[in-house]
């Protein structure tokens, strides 16, 4: 009985030494579907060819069923740092037409500048104030 109780032991404590901490790669593989859905023409390419190189290592390190957690840690920074240091190539739509300083010809004035409807605001008013002014007579 003793024997049966050593050699479990004994495997018990070999399984023991041989339990390893499996690493969370859940946000290793974020960045990573992050990285694959970007498109290269947008970006330059030094700074695209560095996000390649970061996704090819990250993508190995989550492959690897050994990885520890501070490799897929390193991984998930550097992938992290490449897509931040990603650069858009800029284009300029804007159309450049010269402009021509010497075009000084004033323009015709055709709005009206007539007062008839200041006018008529200010003979209502009085004579709705007049009308108010008898009533209060009466």
Known sequence: MQEEVNNAYSELVTAFLNLRLIP???????????????????????????LTKALNEAKAVFDNPNATQKEVDNAKDVLAK????????????????????????????????SLTG???????????GYTVLRRKEN
């Open 82 to 113: 490449a897509l931040a240091g990603l650069q858009t190539i800029t284009t300029d739509n804007t159309v450049s037409t010269p402009v021509n300083n010497g075009d000084t010809v004033t323009s015709v004035k055709t709005g009206d500048e």
């Open 118 to 128: 200041m006018f008529a605001t200010i003979a209502l008013l009085s004579v709705a």
């Open 24 to 50: 969370d790669k859940s946000l290793l593989e974020e960045l990573i579907n992050q990285a694959e859905g970007l498109n290269g023409v947008n970006y330059t390419k030094a700074t695209f060819d560095g």
